[in-house]
């Protein structure tokens, strides 16, 4: 971590300096060494333009290990709109002339970890289909529109589910959000049907940010119907279950006597494109 110089021209004896671009946002550090334990807090410009503060409060091993004060005097920051590149940020002290910087991001990948995840990210939980037990929506990341956002279910804390935005929609590209490919689906676990109530939060990438329409609450009454729209299946699929495991017998017996080898999979293809395999498959294998 580099020490910004000490400026003795100066009335004020306030240091900072920027570390760098990180998975925190802006990272860098600012102290008072005639407060030593003191935490000061840090203006910053974005291209000449105010962009907010942060209070340089944050522990450091490093600062502790050059003795500055208890080495909590490091500060992350996020901006919060997405300049055009380059970009230059500088650091202020308030109501001092003493200023640090400037910080230069040259790179998408460096101002990805620099703007704040609710406005990198766009997005919104759609409708939850509470007979299918599936919750529909869109993930957009605005500095890599061709990417695909990893969305995460959870129930409250608990992960249970990861899905990538990847699912196109006209709707979507016309709208400008990239090429469409956006969208979600995300399948609920049969570990919610316990009779208990949960909060369901969607998240974007590695971040805490929830998607608009977040959280859900799933009520024991949800739960209940979507077994009883699932109840009438429970019989269907155990006979094709049985069948299927039949039909493994019968190909392996076919194929032991050299028949044609096409026969298996005219069979198996037949079985796929009946509709009734295919809904089971949609409502317990998504």
């Given at each position: 971590?580099?020490?910004?110089?000490?400026?003795?021209?100066?009335p004020?004896?306030?240091?900072?300096?920027?570390?760098?671009?990180?998975?925190?946002?802006?990272?860098?550090?600012?102290?008072?060494?005639?407060?030593?334990?003191?935490?000061?807090?840090?203006?910053?410009?974005?291209?000449?333009?105010?962009?907010g503060?942060?209070?340089?409060?944050?522990?450091?091993?490093?600062?502790?290990?050059r003795?500055?004060?208890?080495?909590?005097?490091?500060?992350?920051?996020?901006?919060?709109?997405?300049?055009?590149?380059?970009?230059?940020?500088?650091?202020?002290?308030?109501?001092?002339?003493?200023?640090?910087?400037?910080?230069?991001?040259?790179?998408?990948?460096?101002?990805?970890?620099?703007?704040?995840?609710?406005?990198?990210?766009?997005?919104?939980?759609?409708?939850?289909?509470?007979?299918k037990?599936?919750?529909?929506?869109?993930?957009?990341?605005?500095?890599?529109?061709?990417?695909?956002?990893?969305?995460?279910?959870?129930?409250?804390?608990?992960?249970?589910?990861?899905?990538?935005?990847?699912?196109?929609?006209?709707?979507?590209?016309?709208?400008?959000?990239?090429?469409?490919?956006?969208?979600?689906?995300i399948r609920?676990?049969?570990?919610?049907?316990?009779?208990?109530?949960?909060?369901?939060?969607?998240?974007?990438?590695?971040?805490?940010?929830?998607?608009?329409?977040?959280?859900?609450?799933?009520?024991?009454?949800?739960?209940?119907?979507?077994?009883?729209?699932?109840?009438?299946?429970?019989?269907?699929?155990?006979?094709?279950?049985?069948?299927?495991?039949?039909?493994?017998?019968?190909?392996?017996?076919?194929?032991?006597?050299?028949?044609?080898?096409?026969?298996?999979?005219?069979?198996?293809?037949?079985?796929?494109?009946?509709?009734?395999?295919?809904?089971?498959?949609?409502?317990?294998?998504?």
């Amino acid at each position: 971590m580099s020490m910004a110089p000490h400026d003795s021209a100066t009335p004020t004896h306030l240091e900072g300096g920027f570390v760098g671009v990180r998975a925190a946002g802006i990272v860098g550090w600012a102290w008072d060494p005639d407060r030593p334990h003191h935490s000061l807090e840090v203006e910053f410009l974005l291209d000449g333009e105010p962009a907010g503060q942060a209070r340089a409060e944050l522990f450091d091993a490093e600062l502790a290990e050059r003795r500055l004060g208890n080495g909590s005097h490091s500060f992350h920051f996020r901006l919060d709109r997405i300049p055009s590149l380059p970009c230059e940020v500088l650091a202020r002290f308030p109501g001092t002339d003493r200023s640090f910087g400037p910080l230069r991001i040259d790179n998408v990948d460096d101002l990805a970890r620099a703007v704040d995840p609710s406005v990198r990210y766009e997005g919104a939980i759609e409708e939850f289909v509470r007979g299918k037990g599936r919750i529909h929506g869109w993930a957009f990341d605005r500095l890599k529109p061709t990417s695909r956002v990893r969305v995460t279910l959870l129930d409250w804390e608990e992960p249970l589910a990861e899905v990538k935005a990847d699912i196109h929609r006209p709707g979507l590209e016309a709208s400008g959000k990239g090429d469409g490919a956006c969208a979600f689906a995300i399948r609920l676990p049969v570990s919610l049907l316990d009779g208990r109530q949960h909060t369901l939060r969607i998240t974007v990438e590695d971040t805490d940010l929830q998607l608009p329409g977040s959280p859900i609450m799933f009520e024991p009454t949800m739960a209940r119907d979507l077994v009883e729209t699932i109840a009438p299946w429970r019989a269907d699929v155990l006979r094709i279950e049985s069948a299927l495991s039949r039909l493994d017998q019968l190909i392996d017996r076919i194929d032991s006597q050299q028949a044609r080898p096409s026969l298996g999979a005219r069979i198996t293809n037949a079985i796929q494109r009946s509709a009734l395999a295919e809904k089971v498959k949609t409502l317990f294998r998504g």
